[in-house]
């Protein structure tokens, strides 16, 4: 069982021990427990109250190399936690520790600072002033690698840094470091920063004094220098602008293009390339277009470098010189593409490396849409397809990838001339190599639109069978590796057929493939990526025969299948299928049969089955799918009486409890309505309410002006008619006294007189004041020439008189007392709406308008209730004034 275990031999001779027993007392050698002595544990314990500034200025000072660099490495999150004081004290302790410091630690330092550098953690100056004097007193390290890192940060720093601080404390120091006295390293690091500061500053300060420095350097004696500074030229002629750089800047690259160092050169090229952009039509014909036509007539025998960088960018040169060229000049340079396009292929050039032409060979594959562009579609077939045919039978197997990759542009420029690449497509579908083929596939579907839409209809139906034929084998070769990724990707290219091919094609062709491959795969990433593929294709086919018949095999072989990994394969199905197909085609064909599933033995299908119910429960709508919705309840509930397999009771009662949760969602969204509709309603009655109150309110306001001016007339009414009714009650007792001691008359009277006056007072209503002196007047003048019997009459009325006056009485009486209590109410009414009005003061301080609204309202209903009282009352009063009145009248 175990073949390196020591077997142990009986003791040997008293000479020695066996050497089994010698390996054996090796092996229980009492073992260190710790690679630290006591002494070395208590140097590196550190004090547990420390924070971790403290704990970092203390490792810094007394701690070992190793304590030191993993400071300086944590120094940006200590610059995160405490910036102020981590500036303050561990920065200056960062600076001791780096003189005379090791390698290891100088590079820690340079890596964080430029750390904190590149992630804005700065937030002052004043710290990146502190970093930016660190990195200047260690940029010129003797070991090279610790300087490029310390450059690196300072690069970084001059982002950050002000444009006085850049000028003062980094660009003075280059105007002695570039001289030739100092180091190759010093150079160098000169050349970086001036094209790095020169998009700090304005066109003039660059122009002024960064220019004249960088001409020096790129002068400079040693090639490397003057190769950097040339590669830094590009941004200073972006920060000095096009005509600046047409005058100081191009005649220099000029001059460095015809250097003897052939890097130099290729640099200078590089640069002026990449300057295109922003030259004239005139300086594109005389300065870059020789100096491409002298490169294309002597980079093939002289300089393989800039044959390299030419073939790179051939195809953005071509473009941009295309309205500046002759054509004798464009011939030229269609022929170089060709001869670039055979580099290494031909045996008298053995003498270049082959590394260096076959990525010749791959950059004019990159630029063949650019070439096709720059070409007339007319001379295509002379001056470009023999390229590319050479390019895809290539045999380097990265021409043909580079190819590949590009093929899908090629085809989209030819347009209806696509078929004279009919032949080039055929080669990369059927190449042995399997990285053409995943560079093909990449936009295998935006060629094959191309190419089964665009192309002449009578070429296109002589070679579509090739073509269909090529698409299969090339599915074969990949199905048949491991490249299941590869294989994946394929098939999702495939489902653009449904949309190019006839549907009676595709079914004969592909539709029985895509399901073989279903059924018999057993990479379930491939299978699930047939079915997707297979749903398409049944998704966009016309004819309704083939669709049953296609529908009808996945229910036989994959629903009712024999093997369980069918079963699991159409519930796979139907998963993609809800994505593909509308919902009541999905309904209609492939619920039904995934409910059947709940009868499977085997409970791995059931486990699919219960994880699909969620999105087989959300295609179904009532009342149209009520049946259905019935069929997959009686399922759940088959699931929950009848599983015993633990994980498809469990996933049943998630789906159940789920399902619950839905239902309790729906009741809470119902009662949120609800409320929502019921605020609404009590918003309108709210409104309805304002403005009645409102309304309310004024009405109020009007019949207290009216009340009050009514109730100042009643009074003085009042007192006005009380002092008449008494001084008229004494003048008649007057009368009737005089009349009693006056002699009686002899002359004979009619009787009907006192009846006529008592009908003439009578009918005088309620009687006015002139009314009631010309009824007195001449009752005054009868009552003067009355018989004897009169006195008798008089006597009588006078009595009745007397006894009327004391009812007169009586009723003022009871009036003033009704008077009294009407002021009394008047009173109180008064000190109400006082207090009222303190009420609706406080509340305005403490409520809302709305309240206050509402409680004006109420104010509103009881001034009401007080002017019917008061209404009531004036009745009642004017009642009993026209009765006194009356009376009176008839007792005269």
């Given at each position: ?7 142990l ?9 066996p050497?089994?027993l010698q ?5 229980e050698r009492?073992?260190?427990?710790s690679?630290?002595t ?5 140097q590196?314990?550190?004090?547990e ?6 704990r970092?200025v ?9 304590q030191?660099a993993?400071?300086?490495s ?13 500036f303050?004290r ?5 600076r001791?520790v780096?003189?005379g ?6 590079l820690a330092a340079?890596?964080?600072f430029?750390?904190?550098?590149q ?6 100056h004043t ?6 004097k ?6 010129n390290?003797?070991d ?6 310390w450059?690196e940060t300072?690069?970084?720093?001059i ?8 000028k003062q404390?980094?660009?003075?120091p ?9 180091s190759l ?6 050349c970086?920063i ?5 998009c ?7 122009k ?8 020096s ?6 090639s490397?220098?003057?190769?950097c ?5 590009e941004s ?8 600046d750089t047409?005058t ?6 000029l001059?460095?293009a ?8 290729l ?6 390339i ?7 039509g005139d ?8 100096l ?5 007539d002597?980079s093939s ?23 500046s060229?002759s054509e004798?000049?464009?011939r030229l ?7 670039l ?11 270049m490396d082959?590394?260096e032409?076959t990525l010749i060979?791959c950059n004019?594959?990159y630029n063949?849409?650019a070439m096709?562009?720059?070409?007339d579609?007319?001379?295509?077939l ?6 590319l ?6 045999p ?16 989209k ?6 078929h004279v ?18 560079a ?9 639109e ?7 209809n009578l070429i ?7 073509l ?8 074969q ?7 299941w ?5 394929l ?10 091919l006839?549907?009676e094609?595709?079914h004969?062709?592909?539709s029985?493939?895509?399901f073989?491959?279903l059924?018999t795969?057993?990479?379930l990433?491939?299978?699930k ?6 749903c398409t ?23 009712q ?15 993609i299928?809800t ?31 219960c994880?699909?119910l969620?999105?087989?429960?959300s295609?179904l ?5 009520k ?5 997959l309840d009686?399922c ?8 015993k397999?633990?994980?498809?009771v469990a996933?049943i009662?998630k789906?159940h ?12 969204e119902?009662?949120?309505?609800l409320?929502?509709?019921?605020e609404?309603?009590?918003r309108?009655?709210s409104?309805?309410?304002?403005n009645s ?15 009050s001016?009514?109730?100042?007339m009643s ?5 006005g ?9 004494k003048?008649?007792l007057?009368?009737s006294?005089?009349?009693s001691?006056?002699?009686t ?14 009908d ?6 309620l ?6 002196d ?8 009868l009552?003067t020439?009355?018989t004897?019997?009169?006195p ?10 007397l ?10 009486h009871r ?5 009294h209590?009407t ?6 009414n ?8 303190s009420?609706e003061?406080?509340?305005h301080?403490?409520?809302?308008l709305d309240?206050?609204?509402h409680?004006?309202s109420?104010l ?9 009282g008061?209404?009531?009352k ?5 009642k ?7 009376n009176?009248l008839q007792s005269?």
């Amino acid at each position: 069982m175990f073949p390196g275990r020591m077997t142990l031999s009986p003791p040997g001779p008293p000479g020695g021990p066996p050497e089994e027993l010698q390996e054996l007392a090796f092996i229980e050698r009492p073992i260190r427990r710790s690679l630290k002595t006591a002494e070395e544990i208590d140097q590196l314990t550190v004090d547990e109250d420390l924070n971790d500034v403290e704990r970092a200025v203390y490792l810094l000072s007394v701690g070992q190399e190793v304590q030191r660099a993993s400071v300086i490495s944590n120094l940006p999150s200590l610059v995160r936690q405490n910036p102020a004081e981590t500036f303050r004290r561990v920065v200056p302790k960062v600076r001791e520790v780096l003189n005379g410091a090791g390698a290891e630690i100088q590079l820690a330092a340079a890596t964080s600072f430029l750390t904190i550098l590149q992630d804005d953690i700065i937030l002052i100056h004043t710290h990146t002033y502190s970093i930016l004097k660190t990195v200047l007193l260690h940029l010129n390290h003797r070991d090279t690698v610790v300087s490029s890192a310390w450059l690196e940060t300072l690069l970084s720093a001059i982002n950050a840094l002000p444009k006085e601080t850049i000028k003062q404390e980094v660009l003075n120091p280059l105007l002695y470091q570039s001289q030739l006295s100092h180091s190759l390293q010093a150079r160098l690091a000169a050349c970086r920063i001036l094209g790095k500061a020169s998009c700090k500053f304005d066109s003039l300060i660059v122009k002024k004094e960064l220019l004249p420095l960088a001409r020096s350097l790129s002068r400079d004696t040693e090639s490397e220098v003057r190769v950097c500074m040339c590669r830094q030229l590009e941004s200073m002629a972006r920060a000095i602008g096009v005509d600046d750089t047409r005058t100081e800047l191009l005649p220099e690259l000029l001059e460095l293009a015809g250097d003897e160092e052939s890097r130099v050169r290729l640099a200078a090229f590089d640069s002026i390339i990449s300057l295109m952009e922003m030259m004239d039509g005139d300086d594109r014909l005389h300065l870059l277009v020789p100096l491409v036509m002298s490169a294309c007539d002597v980079s093939s025998q002289v300089d393989e470098g800039i044959m390299v960088s030419l073939s790179f960018q051939f195809g953005k040169l071509c473009s941009g010189l295309a309205g500046s060229l002759s054509e004798e000049q464009k011939r030229l340079l269609l022929q170089k593409f060709q001869v670039l396009c055979i580099t290494g292929l031909q045996t008298e050039e053995n003498q270049m490396d082959v590394g260096e032409s076959t990525l010749i060979r791959c950059n004019c594959c990159y630029n063949l849409p650019a070439m096709v562009a720059f070409v007339d579609p007319a001379h295509f077939l002379c001056d470009i397809h023999p390229s590319l045919s050479g390019l895809c039978s290539d045999p380097e197997v990265s021409v043909r990838r580079s190819v590949a990759a590009s093929f899908h542009q090629v085809v989209k420029l030819l347009e209806s001339n696509v078929h004279v690449v009919h032949k080039e497509l055929l080669l990369l579908l059927q190449d042995s190599a399997l990285e053409v083929l995943d560079a093909l596939m990449n936009h295998l579907d935006e060629t094959l639109e191309v190419v089964l839409s665009r192309g002449d209809n009578l070429i296109l139906d002589n070679k579509l069978p090739e073509l269909l034929s090529a698409l299969l084998s090339a599915e074969q070769k990949v199905g048949s590796s491991l490249r299941w990724r590869l294989h994946e990707k394929l098939l999702h290219r495939y489902s653009c057929l449904s949309r190019l091919l006839p549907g009676e094609l595709l079914h004969q062709t592909f539709s029985a493939r895509i399901f073989i491959i279903l059924t018999t795969n057993k990479v379930l990433p491939v299978q699930k990526e047939a079915a997707r593929t297979f749903c398409t294709f049944l998704r966009y086919n016309r004819k309704q025969e083939q669709r049953q018949e296609m529908m009808e095999r996945l229910i036989q072989d994959l629903a009712q299948g024999r093997s369980y990994w069918n079963r699991l394969r159409f519930l796979d199905v139907c998963e993609i299928a809800t994505e593909i197909f509308s919902r009541k085609y999905f309904n209609k064909h492939f619920l039904i049969p995934a409910l059947e599933l709940v009868h499977d033995p085997v409970a791995n299908v059931r486990y699919k089955l219960c994880q699909l119910l969620p999105r087989l429960r959300s295609s179904l709508r009532l009342p149209a799918d009520k049946l259905l919705l019935q069929k997959l309840d009686f399922c759940v509930q088959k699931f929950l009486c009848r599983e015993k397999d633990k994980d498809v009771v469990a996933m049943i009662r998630k789906f159940h409890k789920r399902h619950e949760w839905d239902l309790l969602d729906q009741k809470k969204e119902k009662e949120e309505m609800l409320l929502l509709e019921m605020e609404q309603l009590e918003r309108q009655q709210s409104d309805g309410k304002l403005n009645s109150d409102k309304h309310a309110e004024r009405k109020r306001r009007d019949s207290k002006t009216s009340l009050s001016s009514a109730k100042s007339m009643s009074v003085s009414s009042s007192t006005g008619s009380s002092s008449s009714g008494k001084e008229t009650r004494k003048a008649k007792l007057s009368r009737s006294r005089s009349l009693s001691s006056q002699p009686t008359s002899s002359k004979p009277v009619n009787s009907d007189r006192p009846l006529k006056v008592k009908d003439l007072s009578s009918s005088s209503g309620l009687g006015k004041s002139t009314r009631d002196d010309s009824v007195r007047t001449p009752h005054f003048t009868l009552t003067t020439q009355s018989t004897s019997s009169m006195p008798v009459l008089i006597r009588s009325k006078t009595t009745s008189l007397l006894d009327q006056a004391s009812l007169l009485e009586q009723r003022e009486h009871r009036t003033s007392t009704l008077d009294h209590r009407t002021g009394n109410r008047d009173q109180r009414n008064h000190m109400m709406e006082h207090r009222t009005s303190s009420l609706e003061e406080r509340e305005h301080r403490t409520s809302t308008l709305d309240h206050r609204d509402h409680r004006t309202s109420t104010l509103g209903q009881r001034s009401k209730t007080m002017e019917r009282g008061s209404g009531m009352k004036d009745s009642q009063s004017r009642k009993l004034s026209m009765n006194r009145k009356s009376n009176s009248l008839q007792s005269e």
